[in-house]
């Protein structure tokens, strides 16, 4: 989507692109969390769709509005309240007046498939729908309020006010720069975002919330039974032994995230592996060291024919190319930052090179 004329926005840019950023999660004109919402998305679609050239890139509406179902279905889940005693269990408020639209429809959908996104979006129809009225209700709010802080006329820095294209195929055009930004300060944005949100979602719930301090993990966590359902097929694949450590599982299977879910939040398939507790406890937030990022890419080469029947079977978002173009990402990152990896235990390592070309082989 970008042509060889572009180059990367200069720090000054960059810095301005973080501020206005900042400026639009602490004083946009908004009622409810879909700015919050919608900067996530942007940040997240860039990641998967853009590169770092610095061009603009096309982003479709329709994705931005998959993208908001999936970061609100969790959140419409029944608030764990302790006691309550109403026949309706609390869902969290994410609006000073009426509950917002989005969050009305995705409530409804919910009600019918509980914690299972992932069958939902294995009925075509339904989903289909789903996706289609959220994407309607985002061009009138908050697409092109976003920008707009204060009495001032909208910034339009991050994309211009105006669809490209109709119907389901319209996309807004991310200016020359932005994919880039949203790329390099991915975690950056997400954590300003999250805390901006869980800040909102506390002013608007206080009896429900109180001094609880587990909402941002209840907002933000992975979708626990999306992990649940590869466990058992993921770990017959690995012939019952740990991805890291390779020895034998027995009963503490943990399901992982290869690129760990910290830095980036989303559930693909083949971004999954199982192994030992232990060992996912010491990886934590890190990636890992090159002979796992080799193992990885074997492994999805091997079973390029099973792993998508497994996904399929388990109604698991997956995408191969989607998988290595974010594993691509991450690892520029900790290149770009000279971090370190993990190989075992407590064994940080600097990034050694030669990582491109197993992600482009795998
Ligand atoms: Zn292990």
């Given at each position: 989507m970008s042509t060889a004329a572009h180059s990367p926005p200069d720090a000054a840019r960059q810095i301005q692109f973080l501020r206005k950023v900042q400026r639009i999660l602490e004083e946009?004109?908004?009622?409810?969390?879909y700015k919050f919402a919608l900067v996530h998305a942007l940040a997240d679609l860039a990641v998967q769709?853009?590169?770092?050239?610095g061009g603009p890139l096309h982003l479709p509406v329709r994705a931005i509005a998959e993208r908001f179902v999936e970061l609100y279905w969790r959140q419409?889940?029944?608030?764990?309240?302790?006691?309550?005693?109403?026949a309706r269990p609390p869902v969290l408020a994410q609006?000073?007046?009426?509950?917002?639209a989005v969050v009305r429809m995705v409530r409804e959908a919910r009600s019918d498939f509980g914690d299972r996104l992932d069958r939902l979006r294995a009925r075509d129809g339904e989903w289909e729908a789903l996706a289609t009225s959220v994407d309607q209700t985002i061009r009138k709010m908050p697409l092109f309020k976003?920008?707009?802080?204060?009495?001032?006329?909208?910034?339009?820095?991050?994309?211009?006010h105006r669809l490209k294209g109709?119907?389901?195929?319209a996309t807004i055009e991310l200016r020359p720069g932005i994919a880039f930004c949203f790329r390099t300060f991915h975690p950056l944005v997400l954590d300003l975002v999250r805390g901006s949100w869980i800040r909102f979602i506390r002013k608007l719930n206080p009896e429900l919330l109180g001094?609880?301090?587990d909402l941002g993990e209840f907002l933000f966590g992975a979708q626990r039974s999306t992990l649940e359902a590869v466990r058992v097929p993921l770990a017959d694949l690995q012939d019952?032994?740990?991805?890291?450590?390779?020895r034998e599982l027995g009963r503490q299977v943990h399901v992982d995230h290869f690129i760990p879910w910290s830095r980036y939040p989303v559930d693909l398939g083949h971004n999954f592996v199982v192994a030992h507790d232990r060992c996912n406890s010491a990886k934590s937030d890190h990636l890992s060291a090159l002979r796992h990022l080799e193992n990885w890419g074997l492994r999805n080469e091997k079973y390029s024919y099973e792993l998508p029947r497994i996904f399929r079977e388990t109604g698991t978002a997956n995408d191969i190319s989607l998988s290595r173009g974010i594993t691509r990402w991450a690892y520029r990152q900790v290149e770009d930052r000279k971090g370190l990896v993990w190989v075992k235990g407590r064994q940080l390592i600097p990034l050694e090179s030669g990582w491109e070309e197993l992600i482009d082989a795998a």
């Amino acid at each position: 989507m970008s042509t060889a004329a572009h180059s990367p926005p200069d720090a000054a840019r960059q810095i301005q692109f973080l501020r206005k950023v900042q400026r639009i999660l602490e004083e946009g004109h908004f009622t409810a969390t879909y700015k919050f919402a919608l900067v996530h998305a942007l940040a997240d679609l860039a990641v998967q769709y853009g590169d770092d050239s610095g061009g603009p890139l096309h982003l479709p509406v329709r994705a931005i509005a998959e993208r908001f179902v999936e970061l609100y279905w969790r959140q419409v889940a029944p608030w764990p309240a302790i006691e309550m005693g109403t026949a309706r269990p609390p869902v969290l408020a994410q609006n000073t007046g009426r509950q917002a639209a989005v969050v009305r429809m995705v409530r409804e959908a919910r009600s019918d498939f509980g914690d299972r996104l992932d069958r939902l979006r294995a009925r075509d129809g339904e989903w289909e729908a789903l996706a289609t009225s959220v994407d309607q209700t985002i061009r009138k709010m908050p697409l092109f309020k976003l920008q707009k802080v204060g009495r001032e006329p909208a910034d339009e820095f991050l994309y211009p006010h105006r669809l490209k294209g109709r119907g389901a195929d319209a996309t807004i055009e991310l200016r020359p720069g932005i994919a880039f930004c949203f790329r390099t300060f991915h975690p950056l944005v997400l954590d300003l975002v999250r805390g901006s949100w869980i800040r909102f979602i506390r002013k608007l719930n206080p009896e429900l919330l109180g001094e609880r301090t587990d909402l941002g993990e209840f907002l933000f966590g992975a979708q626990r039974s999306t992990l649940e359902a590869v466990r058992v097929p993921l770990a017959d694949l690995q012939d019952g032994s740990c991805f890291y450590c390779h020895r034998e599982l027995g009963r503490q299977v943990h399901v992982d995230h290869f690129i760990p879910w910290s830095r980036y939040p989303v559930d693909l398939g083949h971004n999954f592996v199982v192994a030992h507790d232990r060992c996912n406890s010491a990886k934590s937030d890190h990636l890992s060291a090159l002979r796992h990022l080799e193992n990885w890419g074997l492994r999805n080469e091997k079973y390029s024919y099973e792993l998508p029947r497994i996904f399929r079977e388990t109604g698991t978002a997956n995408d191969i190319s989607l998988s290595r173009g974010i594993t691509r990402w991450a690892y520029r990152q900790v290149e770009d930052r000279k971090g370190l990896v993990w190989v075992k235990g407590r064994q940080l390592i600097p990034l050694e090179s030669g990582w491109e070309e197993l992600i482009d082989a795998a």
